[in-house]
């Protein structure tokens, strides 16, 4: 049996600093081809090694079970506003 070690230090304090982490799971569009996921976060930003089309936008999103609806209504009405607003 293996006992915890204990150091001493001359400092009157010791300060520690640890970032948040959240752990995550990533996979490819291909990769999540016929798989089912409670929610999905999908980066549409265009990757270093190609560009991003519909077909895997669609992959993506369509892998989640649900949707938040009520909330994509509203970003769209939001969004709306907004873009009249630039028009004018």
């Known amino acids: 049996m293996r006992l915890p070690q204990s150091n001493s230090f001359r ?5 520690r600093r640890q970032l948040p982490i959240t ?3 990533a996979i490819t ?7 089912t ?5 999908v980066d549409i930003a265009t990757p270093p090694t190609g ?9 993506s999103l369509s892998r ?3 949707r ?4 994509l209504r509203a970003l769209d009405e939001t969004t709306k506003k907004w873009w009249d607003k630039v028009q004018n």
Do not use: E, H, M, T
């Open 11 to 15: 400092l009157k304090s010791v300060r």
């Open 23 to 25: 752990p995550a799971y």
């Open 29 to 35: 569009d291909y990769k999540s081809q016929g798989q």
């Open 37 to 41: 996921f409670p929610a999905v976060i």
């Open 51 to 59: 560009g991003l089309n519909l077909f895997n936008l669609y992959v």
């Open 64 to 66: 989640a079970r649900s």
């Open 68 to 71: 938040d609806d009520d909330r």
